[in-house]
């Protein structure tokens, strides 16, 4: 069974192993990093139907005492009423330092999973275990946790690494071509912002998919390492979602994050032209439409303009946005916000 390693020196230093058919080599890779150990195992209800089996026998088969808490699928599940359960649930089984919790499923179990590791006996370890597409390029890998509150999502997080990331890329068998999808355009964002080389391998679909998980983490991951706290080059992998934001918002979040992204990536290629960045809106169309994605946004510039200011990456006076100036090539572009409604008003009618 062939796997790739990439390993993140980040606060704490971790390996990402990513393959297909490798969640039996779960054990093998934490055995050097815990030894015996008690694993509390956090996943949803969707994931738990498909795989919870499993990966308890995977575990307790290898001589692991591993317990199972299941949250209902979706984002409602990252909420504080399910993370202060779950810490309860660790304190019943009785975890301790030396054990971990292992994140098994999509990005809503991983952020919440990673928070919970910050906060229980002060910090334990934890192993994600990523089940979608956007988890394994994006959310299991680089230490943000978080949970959502009534104020607004991811307001209340840690910056907190996990010790393991083990992507068995065959678990994505399962997902809907739309979950599927939304990873999609995570996938597309690395290659716009930094990659013209994946964003050219992305015009073959399907694509390999261990070959281009592994691109988008060595990009995250090099991205994670200049700046793992986000204060200033991790902006970049925010692409598409300073628009792709606002639009979830209006829709009351019907739309989901991927496809808003995609839209927002469209709505931020439209833009730099007029920043004096480069125009490369007739190729990511091109890319997106071949992926399914419906590029049409049905708000007009002064509702993106509210929702937006809102936004928790607004600053002052100011407004920072990625904007590409060619594929391969984005830069963070500050803008007083009166000159960015005017722009926007430009693009958007
Ligand atoms: N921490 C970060 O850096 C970061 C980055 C991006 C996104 N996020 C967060 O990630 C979350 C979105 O992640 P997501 O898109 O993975 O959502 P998700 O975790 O809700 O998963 C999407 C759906 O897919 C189902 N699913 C998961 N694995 C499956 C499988 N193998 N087969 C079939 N169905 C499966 C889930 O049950 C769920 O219904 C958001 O909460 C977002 O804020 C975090």
């Given at each position: 069974m062939s796997y790739q390693t990439i390993r993140v020196e980040a606060s704490t230093g971790y390996d990402i192993h990513i393959g297909r058919d490798i969640l039996s080599q779960l054990p093998a890779f934490i055995r050097p990093l815990l030894g015996e150990c008690r694993l509390a195992v956090l996943t949803d209800s969707t994931v738990d139907e498909l795989y919870g089996d499993k990966l308890i026998d995977i575990l307790t088969s290898a001589g692991y005492a591993a317990d199972k808490f299941v949250i209902p699928a979706g984002e409602a599940s990252k909420c504080a009423d399910n993370l202060l359960e779950f810490l309860n649930f660790l304190a019943d089984c009785r975890l301790t330092r030396s054990d971990a919790i292992v994140a098994f499923g999509g990005g809503v179990v991983g952020d919440m999973a990673g928070l919970s590791a910050a906060l229980y006996l002060r910090g334990v370890k934890y192993i994600q275990v990523p089940t979608t597409l956007l988890a394994a390029v994006?959310?299991?890998?680089?230490?943000k946790t978080a949970i959502d509150i009534p104020a607004g999502k991811n307001l209340v997080g840690a910056f907190y690494q996990p010790r393991l990331v083990c992507c068995d890329t065959a678990l994505m068998d399962t997902l809907s071509p739309e979950i599927y999808r939304d990873g999609c355009a995570e996938v597309i964002k690395y290659g716009v912002i930094l990659d013209a080389g994946l964003y050219a391998a992305l015009?073959?679909?399907?694509?390999n998919r261990e070959n281009v998980v592994a691109r988008c983490v060595q990009i995250k991951r090099d991205v994670v390492q200049q700046d793992e706290f986000d204060n200033g080059i991790r902006g970049l992998l925010n692409f598409g979602h300073t628009f792709g934001h606002a639009i979830e918002k209006l829709s009351n979040f019907t739309v989901s994050h991927g496809s808003a992204v995609a839209k927002g990536m469209l709505i931020a290629a439209r833009f730099a032209p007029l920043c004096g960045l480069g125009n490369i809106t007739t190729d990511l169309a091109a890319l997106l439409e071949c992926y399914g994605f419906d590029l049409s946004c049905r708000y007009s510039a002064e509702e993106l303009y509210d929702a937006m200011l809102?936004?928790?990456?607004?600053r002052g006076g100011n407004i920072t946005l990625v904007l590409p100036r060619t594929i391969g090539h984005c830069e963070l572009v500050t803008l007083p916000i009166e000159e960015f409604h005017d722009k926007l008003k430009q693009i958007i009618d």
């Open positions: 994006d959310s299991s890998v680089g230490g015009r073959e679909t399907p694509f809102s936004d928790k990456k607004r």
